[in-house]
């Protein structure tokens, strides 16, 4: 399946937060959507969820537009990490996950044996099905993102969509979030994440859309699109990309912040 | 795994399986003898061991006590607990705040109004009930049509569009308190707004039985969604669910167990605060165990209150005032452990 975003322009009032920005997404891939704070990544998000009309644009499922399926049918195809996340009321771990389950229910049905099986199925895909009974609320960040990721394969939507996934996370955690993410493209999902940091781990076949203002600055492989031009460009601070090797050998390409005025 | 450290502790043993079936037993019980146990309770004595001779025993005064003043009263005390708790827990997840209580769209005060009105116009009791009924719904519709057109945050206009509707509703009530005879009408307003059961008829429970029995079954249905709906909009949305259309349903179920409680009862606050919270601390926020266990510990509770009411002092206590003596402090409770942990 592919899922693409196609002149999309949307916002608030007149002025809108996202200009024309384009790009399209395989299952399987991952697309890291990248810029400084206020660069129109929530904007796009929320678009392409359908919270927020597009102005004009459209987003695109093989070509079709997503714009006229009612709630259900969109969560059939998209799934949403949300970024915070606290629930007025101490739900269990797993019906958090069980929440997963409401698109694919008749709008009077709870979900039953079966959905259970699949809500613990994604918590033991995670490597967490030692926390199913255990109280939501009391979970550290990383565990509850973790939940969150179960509860959108409990959903079975091809694409996900993770609003800065890793924003209030120590660097050891982010880089668990960032191998989970890379496992699910490899099981065949299609991942869409926006951070405001460019610590991603890129890998060559990963898909980076650079925004800046609510323009793209560049949209392509991770090897285009990450240079020192564009980076400098959509942050308005002079950036550089090293290549390093680690003990192991193993080349890294890390975008580092050189601070000054530009 | 990183953090897999304490994975065994913080078990939360409110949601285990095997409890809700032990607290469904158990509430059942509890109100059938709860039921049982208000028929011998009253100015008229009848003690429980005489109960099965005087229902067998054909027409007798005792007889008329217990099936024409005491059932209706037993069933509407019960009724209105159950639908006031069920409307509170509804309310308090769609509005993602566990304070909220069946007042907040102003059914309760518009109620107050419509009653008072009609008791200042010296209509016959029925059509107090009816104007109660018609102006509680009247102040939730006004709310959600205040609020309809927003479309996020649609939550927060609409609490705030219920504080003006109570706060011109009750302004109202207020002007006609003042102009209202202080010899008849003035005591009838003020004890219709302290909340009784007293003038509780098979009447007055019939009237409002299929209200009651409509708004259960609203929100029975849609149990699991409601669950959602505690997440928010947008994430309700992402997990497949409409969740203004939803909220819509809800409002309406919630509305019609209150406003048809508070027409047969009068004010009776705290029950719909107060009941979900202790529910929620015996099997968890999960709506298809919250909504069952909130409606008969509601309607237990109600019972016994009234009960207390009509028999501890020579004078009747208006059931307004004993569910806010016993629920006020509960409350203070409540926020002082906000801070510590959410319930």
């Given at each position: 399946?592919?899922?693409?975003?196609?002149?999309?322009?949307?916002?608030?009032m007149?002025?809108p937060a996202?200009?024309?920005?384009?790009?399209?997404?395989?299952?399987?891939?991952?697309?890291c959507?990248?810029?400084p704070?206020?660069?129109?990544?929530s904007?796009?998000?929320?678009?392409?969820?359908?919270?927020?009309?597009p102005?004009?644009?459209?987003v695109?499922?093989?070509?079709?537009?997503?714009?006229?399926?009612?709630?259900?049918?969109?969560a059939?195809?998209?799934?949403?990490?949300?970024?915070?996340?606290?629930?007025?009321?101490?739900y269990?771990?797993?019906d958090?996950?069980l929440?997963g389950?409401?698109?694919?229910?008749?709008?009077l049905?709870?979900?039953?044996?079966?959905?259970?099986e699949l809500?613990?199925r994604a918590?033991?895909?995670?490597?967490i099905?030692?926390?199913?009974?255990?109280?939501?609320?009391?979970?550290?960040?990383?565990?509850?993102?973790?939940?969150?990721i179960?509860?959108?394969l409990?959903?079975?939507?091809?694409?996900?969509?993770?609003?800065?996934?890793?924003?209030?996370?120590?660097f050891?955690?982010?880089?668990?979030?960032?191998?989970?993410?890379?496992?699910?493209?490899?099981?065949?999902y299609?991942v869409?994440?926006?951070t405001?940091?460019?610590?991603?781990?890129f890998?060559?076949?990963?898909q980076?859309?650079?925004?800046?203002?609510?323009?793209?600055?560049?949209?392509?492989?991770?090897?285009?699109?990450?240079?020192?031009?564009?980076?400098?460009?959509?942050?308005?601070?002079?950036?550089e990309?090293?290549?390093m090797?680690?003990?192991?050998?193993r080349?890294?390409?890390?975008?580092?912040?050189?601070?000054?005025a530009? | 795994?990183?953090?897999?450290?304490?994975?065994?502790?913080?078990i939360?043993?409110?949601q285990?399986?095997?409890?809700m079936?032990?607290?469904?037993?158990l509430l059942a019980?509890?109100?059938?003898?709860?039921?049982?146990?208000s028929?011998?309770?009253?100015?008229?004595?009848?003690?429980?061991?005489r109960?099965?001779?005087?229902?067998l025993?054909?027409a007798?005064?005792e007889l008329?006590?217990?099936?024409r003043?005491?059932?209706?009263?037993i069933?509407?005390a019960?009724?209105?607990?159950?639908?006031?708790?069920?409307?509170?827990s509804?309310?308090?997840?769609?509005?993602?705040?566990?304070?909220?209580?069946p007042?907040?769209?102003?059914?309760?005060?518009?109620?107050?109004?419509?009653a008072?009105l009609?008791?200042?116009?010296?209509f016959p009791?029925?059509?107090t009930q009816?104007?109660?009924?018609?102006?509680g719904?009247?102040?939730?519709?006004?709310?959600?049509?205040?609020?309809?057109?927003?479309?996020?945050?649609?939550?927060v206009?609409m609490?705030?569009?219920?504080?003006?509707?109570?706060?011109?509703?009750?302004?109202?009530t207020?002007?006609?308190k003042?102009?209202?005879?202080p010899?008849?009408?003035?005591?009838?307003i003020?004890?219709?707004?302290?909340?009784?059961?007293?003038k509780v008829?098979?009447?007055?429970?019939?009237?409002?039985?299929?209200p009651?029995?409509?708004?259960?079954?609203?929100?029975?249905?849609?149990?699991y969604?409601?669950n959602v709906?505690t997440?928010?909009?947008?994430?309700a949305?992402?997990?497949?669910?409409?969740?203004?259309?939803?909220?819509?349903a809800?409002?309406?179920g919630?509305t019609?167990?209150s406003a048809?409680?508070?027409?047969?009862?009068?004010?009776?606050g705290?029950?719909?605060l107060?009941?979900?919270?202790?529910?929620?601390?015996?099997?968890?926020?999960q709506?298809r165990?919250?909504?069952?266990?909130?409606c008969?510990?509601?309607?237990?509770?109600?019972l016994?209150?009234?009960?207390?009411?009509?028999?501890?002092?020579?004078?009747?206590?208006?059931?307004?005032?004993?569910?806010?003596?016993a629920?006020?402090?509960?409350?203070?409770?409540?926020?002082?452990?906000?801070?510590?942990?959410?319930s």
């Open positions: 399946m592919k899922l693409t975003a196609d002149h999309l322009t949307a916002g608030y007149k002025k996202l200009r024309e920005v384009s790009f399209a997404l395989e299952s399987g891939q991952v697309l959507v990248l810029g704070n206020g660069g129109g990544k904007t796009l998000f929320r678009t392409l969820l359908g919270f927020l009309p102005q004009s644009g459209a695109c499922l093989d070509g079709k537009p997503l714009a006229g399926l009612s709630p259900a049918r969109m059939q195809y998209l799934s949403y990490i949300p970024q915070a996340h606290a629930p007025a009321f101490r269990r771990v797993l958090v996950v929440m389950r409401t698109c694919h229910l008749h709008a049905r709870c979900p039953g044996k079966t959905d259970e809500a613990m918590l033991r895909r995670l490597d099905g030692y926390l199913a009974q255990r109280d939501y609320t009391e979970l550290s960040g990383g565990e509850r993102k973790l939940v969150l179960a509860r959108a409990c959903q079975q939507a091809q694409f996900m969509v993770m609003d800065e996934p890793t924003s209030d996370l120590d050891a955690k982010s880089q668990l979030i960032y191998d989970v993410i890379q496992s699910l493209a490899a099981d065949g299609g869409l994440l926006s405001h940091a460019p610590d991603y781990p890998r060559p076949q990963d980076v859309l650079l925004l800046r203002r609510g323009r793209t600055v560049a949209c392509g492989g991770s090897a285009e699109v990450l240079t020192a031009e564009n980076l400098s460009a959509a942050y308005d601070t002079p950036m990309i090293l290549q090797a680690d003990s192991a050998g080349t890294h390409r890390v975008c580092a912040v050189l601070g000054g530009p | 795994m990183i953090w897999k450290r304490n994975a065994s502790t913080c939360d043993k409110s285990a399986p095997g409890r079936s032990r607290t469904v037993a019980v509890l109100s059938i003898a709860a039921v049982l146990g028929f011998a309770v009253g100015y008229y004595k009848i003690p429980l061991s109960l099965p001779g005087v229902l025993g054909g007798s005064t008329d006590v217990l099936v003043v005491r059932l209706p009263r069933l509407a019960y009724a209105i607990g159950a639908a006031l708790a069920t409307a509170g509804a309310y308090q997840g769609m509005f993602k705040n566990p304070l909220v209580s007042e907040i769209l102003g059914v309760s005060a518009g109620a107050g109004l419509g008072a009609s008791i200042t116009l010296e009791y029925y059509i009816t104007m109660a009924f018609v102006f719904l009247a102040a939730a519709a006004l709310c959600y049509l205040a609020a309809r057109r927003v479309r996020f945050g649609q939550t206009s609490i705030l569009a219920g504080t003006m509707i109570q706060t011109l509703a009750t302004a109202m207020t002007l006609l003042y102009l209202a005879d010899n008849d009408a003035l005591p009838a003020t004890f219709w707004l302290m909340g009784s059961l007293t008829d098979m009447d007055a429970l019939l009237f409002s039985a299929a009651m029995a409509a708004g259960f079954l609203i929100l029975f249905a849609m149990r969604r409601l709906l997440l928010g909009d947008e994430e949305m992402s997990l497949g669910i409409d969740p203004r259309r939803t909220r819509a809800a409002i309406v919630a019609l167990l048809a409680s508070v027409c047969m009862g009068g004010m009776i705290f029950v719909g107060m009941i979900p919270h202790i529910a929620r601390w015996i099997v968890g926020p709506y165990r919250l909504l069952p266990v909130a008969m510990a509601g309607g237990c509770y109600l016994v209150m009234d009960d207390i009411a009509r028999s501890a002092m020579t004078m009747e206590i208006p059931l307004g005032v004993m569910t806010a003596v629920g006020a402090p509960f409350f203070l409770y409540l926020i002082t452990r906000q801070g510590v942990e959410r």
